[in-house]
């Protein structure tokens, strides 16, 4: 505990008296300070027993005494200690009354003790806290060390962690996500809390925030940002219903260092993992489906034996990692394999169609406009992979071209072409083939590009186009021979019309 008035009290050698302020013995003392100025208060941090002989003070100014009390109140000092038999025999009256009447507590010093008595006495006992802090905290980080080295390394940890702090712990993934928590109660409590997250994102690790706890609990929460790189590796949340204490942090602390170099440790195994799984998906790409079985071994359970999809995502390469940290820590809650490579700005993820992470990637992926990504039909086997992932590729290009974040290839075959227009080579191109013609509309009589229009939506069948433009079918065939006249192409030929009808869609 560290020394308190109370404490300096019950020390024998000091031989203090309480006058005023009897309620408030228990206030901690920070440090001691000795001063005559009738404002200390600028030199003050609050916290500290302030010492005088009151050499400046007039003992029946009662009005100058209550204002300096009320000044030393306000500077946050926990106690004032008034030597006498230097200045003044006794401590004066009016100051006893202005302590009490302010909540101040006011100690006799007599004149046989020191000041520097007092000041070692602090001292001490503030070291021997100290110590005994230190000491706790090296106790406190065996047992947390011995709890890493458990089976549940993570679990055992953060229970342990939440048992020394008297309250709870856990364990976040880079997207804010609750991996674990300890007691079992507390992993609702602290998802309440991921969007705190947020003040520690992008700011290099080891980082710290304190936050409010969720509405309807008295928390103190502490976030730290995990890791030793640029992006946090993860995060680490502690609530206390006290604000931590020394020996309380020196106990975070070493929980922090050792879930740091776990996740260091799993970050290094997971660069393995992503070579073994570009190896492995190259091999199926390849049509190589028996030396991705060898290759894969167990590590990826029946991933290879059941129908799977595969989505490729696109975007810069800062989202796409985000990205592919959501969906391995979607594959871990999920007890799930999962085939997730990232390449640059690039992500492709091979997922169990009937599985739980696919939709988890889907709404990712379809959620983030910072994305664009293609989503393949299941392969029923994984010799089908070649052909899944061209149809992912191809999804992905319309949804580049249409400006959406997630196009599925089902919807590619069953939806319109038109909409694929867009593109502004496909604009650019309309409007080339096109811009003759309307040359000729503007400079001319003619109306070429509406007859054109008219022309091509009849399929060819001059009266009905005719009607339709309010003029002689005669007057449309010469319209389409001077068409035909101008961009140097014969109607006849079915390609013509067709570029000629999408070029029409995609400038109209």
Known sequence: MPPTLASLLRNPALKLT?????????????????????????????????????????????????????????????????????????????LVAAAAEHGLPLLEVPRRTPFIAISKAVSAAIAAEEYHAVTAGFEAQRDLTRAALAPDGTGALLARLAAHLDGWAAL????????????????RRAARLAGEIDRLRDKPAPASAAVA??????????LQSLGTGRRPRGYLAVGTEERLDTQARYIVNAAVALLTLS???????????????????????????GHARTVAGRLYGDLLDVPVRILVAEGEAETVTLLAERVDAAAARAAEPVLAVRDGDRLTVL???????????????????????GLSAAAPGPGDVPAAHAQAERALAV??????????????????????????????????LLRPLRDHDAHARGDLVASLQAWLSRHG???AAAADLGVHRHTLRYRIRRIEEILGRSLDDPDVRME????LKATG
């Open 18 to 94: 309480v006058l005023a302020g009897g309620d408030r013995l228990q206030a901690p003392v920070r440090w001691v300070h000795t001063s005559e100025l009738d404002d200390p208060g600028p030199y003050l941090e609050g916290g500290e027993l302030l010492l005088t002989t009151g050499m400046k003070l007039e003992a029946g100014d009662a009005a100058g005494l209550d204002g300096y009390v009320r000044r030393l109140a306000g500077a946050g000092v926990v106690g004032l200690g008034f030597g006498v038999g230097v200045s003044h025999d006794a401590v004066p009256g009016p």
């Open 172 to 187: 976040y993934d880079p997207s804010g996500a609750v991996l674990a928590s300890a007691p079992e109660w507390a992993g």
């Open 213 to 222: 706890g969720p509405a309807g609990t008295e928390d103190r929460v502490e």
């Open 263 to 289: 996740l260091e440790q799993s970050r290094a195994q997971q660069d393995t993992g992503q070579r073994l799984g570009g190896a492995l998906l190259r091999m199926l790409l390849a049509g190589e489906p």
């Open 351 to 373: 997922a169990a169609e009937a599985g739980a992470v696919l939709p988890v990637c889907a709404d990712l992926a379809e959620t983030d406009e910072a994305l664009a990504a």
């Open 399 to 432: 949804a580049r071209r249409s400006g959406r974040s997630l196009v599925e290839f089902d919807e590619v075959g069953s939806g319109s072409v038109l909409p694929l227009l867009g593109d502004d080579a496909v604009r650019a191109f309309a409007e080339g």
């Open 461 to 463: 069948q001059w009266d």
């Open 500 to 503: 000629l009808w999408l070029a």
